[in-house]
């Protein structure tokens, strides 16, 4: 079966301080997807980014960095020197190698960034 | 460049009453179709899926149905609302071709009564 866990049910930081959310996965295909979402107070889903198993290297997208460590089956979110505007509920999800593109999500970590 | 739309974005309705919920996706041709719910507080689960016309899975039984009558439509219906279908549904689709991300509509938020 297919899991992914955000332990961290809510985190509050202030602005300008860096904030990790962890995802931990649980999958038996060797081929898989990682992806984070945000969803701000609006309700939509904003795809933020997609990973496939073949590829560990870290990326960086501005403020934001994901690190992904097979060995550990996690898939990490850093935002640096966060700001009020990134407050939200983040997801964590995963799709296995079928071709039908269904998402697991974790139950979301809710962030909350104080000026 | 491809939109997707779903409404109504708000929704009260009484407990027996029918539910009908659309979907419609622009600029793109033959994605997967998704539908779903998100419980107050808590994570999204994924309640239905379309690969096709006409093709439906569903993943969990509930009170709920889906169908794709055509190739961009996807809508969630039922014939008599529960109290437990209250929650925040969302519609989001994919390409068929590869394993790409989803998007996802605004979301209609269901509120039995």
């Known amino acids: 079966a297919q899991k992914v866990t955000q332990a961290q049910t809510e985190i509050s930081v202030v602005e300008k301080e860096d904030v990790t959310l962890d995802c931990v996965y649980e999958?038996?295909?060797?081929?898989?997807?990682l992806f984070w979402y945000k969803q701000p107070p609006s309700g939509e889903l904003v795809f933020l980014i997609r990973r496939n198993s073949f590829d560990e290297q870290n990326e960086i997208s501005g403020r934001y960095s994901w690190n992904f460590q097979k060995s550990t089956s996690s898939f990490n979110f850093t935002i640096t020197a966060s700001q009020v505007v990134d407050s939200a509920v983040y997801f964590c999800?995963?799709?296995?190698?079928?071709?039908?593109?269904?998402?697991?999500f974790g139950q979301g970590t809710t962030l909350q960034v104080k000026p | 460049s491809q939109t997707i739309h779903q409404w109504p974005a708000t929704l009260v309705q009484p407990v027996g009453s029918p539910l009908s919920l659309e979907c419609t996706v622009e600029?793109?041709?033959?994605?997967?179709l998704y539908w779903y719910r998100q419980a107050a507080g808590r994570g999204l689960q994924l309640l239905f899926y379309?690969?096709?016309?006409?093709?439906i899975s569903s993943e969990v039984p509930q009170n709920l149905s889906a169908s794709r009558p055509q190739d961009r439509q996807f809508i969630l219906s039922s014939k008599k609302l529960l109290l437990s279908d209250s929650g925040f549904y969302l519609c989001?689709?994919?390409?068929?071709?590869?394993?790409?991300?989803?998007?996802f509509g605004q979301g209609t938020r269901l509120t039995v009564v």
């Open positions: 600029g793109t041709s033959n994605p997967n």
């Open positions: 379309s690969v096709g016309i006409g093709q």
């Open positions: 989001a689709w994919s390409s068929g071709q590869g394993h790409t991300e989803a998007f």
């Open positions: 999800a995963l799709h296995g190698s079928s071709n039908t593109g269904k998402l697991i």
């Open positions: 999958t038996r295909d060797t081929t898989y997807y």
